[in-house]
């Protein structure tokens, strides 16, 4: 008990630097989680555009414009002034200003496409969807046209098409009420698990295997085996409280909904057997490294790095052949695979069991050969010194 005790003595001078990671955790993966996850079907809805057109031709073709999308963005007319439309786009009270030269509606009305100029905020994706959206309605009226369709009995016919509303049925995941909030919170449990493990485990393992301390302990008289056994006592408590501190914050966010979720025993066993890396990641750190300060060096580089390359800060999907290479050698690609897989989830399968499980074997596997390395340079510094 009493190296039980010691292990969390020390952790408590080191609180400060180990809630430093569960804040930046709790931040960043509630925000995102309510962001990109908590929102349901009122997150989607089509954007309203602040558009003028600047009719240059005097015909019809400006009018029509505005007809046809007006029944979703707010679509005015305005004269040619450079300096009053800049200020306006500066400050965004316009999105996209249309220029119609002259000509353009006899074009129209020849079944030719004429060609339209604007000015726009630079960067502003939003004006890339107006803009294929025009083009598709540009080239609507001139196939119309060229079938002996003329202008307003075109138009007439697009309106009717537009005024239609095609029905979106939003995809449901397993439990309703949460939405994908729970896998939006999870992906981040990497992060939290690295750091702290390495932080909170690397620290206290520092101090008790110190010169002074070390040199102490031999002249003790309690055997090794009871050391070990209080160390890793210790550690596995510690472990199981970042676990379930990690599972009550995830009932807590959802209101309780996870407790009803099919999903929350794979998020479950995906959880654990990270912990287990970080665990081991922790271990390696206390038991190599020499200083408090490379301590803090390897918390920072490694757990940045490896969720970087993992796919939790970014998206895989974003990732090139080449990048997608070095990922797929890190167990927090393979456990960002898993939440992903599981996030989706609506039927338990057969396929999806065991790519669950293969995919989570990866990690403890990982971990345990981290392990494994770690008891080897153990060893090999013990004989060193005898």
């Avoid at 509606?105 to 030719?112: N, P, R, S, V």
């Avoid at 598709?136 to 075109?154: E, G």
Wanted: proline share 2%; glycine share 8%.
């Amino acid at each position: 008990m009493r190296v039980f005790k010691s292990f969390f003595l020390i952790l408590n001078k080191y609180k400060g630097t180990v809630f430093i990671f569960f804040a930046v955790f709790m931040s960043l993966s509630l925000i995102m989680a309510k962001v990109n996850g908590g929102g349901g079907e009122t997150s989607f809805q089509q954007d309203s555009l602040d558009i003028a057109i600047v009719d240059e031709d005097d015909g019809v073709m400006a009018d029509q414009i505005r007809e046809y999308f007006g029944t979703h963005d707010q679509v005015t007319k305005m004269k040619m002034d450079q300096d009053k439309i800049t200020d306006a786009l500066y400050w965004r009270r316009l999105d996209y200003v249309l220029v119609i030269p002259e000509g353009a509606g006899k074009t129209l009305a020849q079944g030719e496409i004429p060609e339209l100029s604007c000015m726009k905020v630079p960067g502003y994706f939003d004006s890339a969807y107006f803009e294929a959206e025009l083009q598709m309605y540009l080239q609507k009226m001139a196939a119309l046209v060229k079938n002996r369709v003329d202008t307003d009995a075109a138009q007439q016919q697009l309106m009717r098409l537009q005024q239609k509303e095609t029905k979106v049925r939003m995809a449901s995941f397993v439990n309703k009420n949460q939405g994908d909030m729970s896998t939006r919170f999870f992906l981040y449990v990497p992060y939290l698990f690295i750091a702290v493990g390495i932080s909170g485990i690397g620290l206290v393992l520092l101090r008790i295997n110190g010169k002074e301390v070390r040199e102490r302990t031999k002249c003790g008289a309690m055997p090794m085996k009871k050391r070990v056994m209080g160390l890793t006592a210790a550690i596995l408590v510690y472990g199981l409280c970042l676990y379930l501190f990690v599972l009550v914050a995830a009932v807590v966010i959802s209101g309780g909904n996870i407790l009803t979720d099919a999903r929350l025993p794979w998020f479950a066993v995906n959880i654990f057997t990270m912990l287990l890396f970080g665990i081991s990641l922790g271990f390696f750190t206390g038991m190599t490294v020499k200083n408090s300060d490379a301590v803090n060096g390897v918390v920072n580089v490694t757990s940045l790095v490896l969720c970087f390359l993992g796919g939790v800060f970014v998206p895989r999907q974003f990732f090139g052949d080449g990048v997608m290479r070095v990922a797929k050698l890190f167990p927090t690609y393979w456990y960002v695979v898993n939440n992903e897989m599981i996030g989706a989830m609506k039927n338990v399968t057969q396929s999806f069991v065991r790519n669950v499980l293969i995919q989570s074997v990866v990690s403890v596997g990982y971990a345990l050969v981290l392990f494994a390395v770690t008891l080897v340079i153990v060893s090999a510094r013990r004989s060193s010194r005898q």
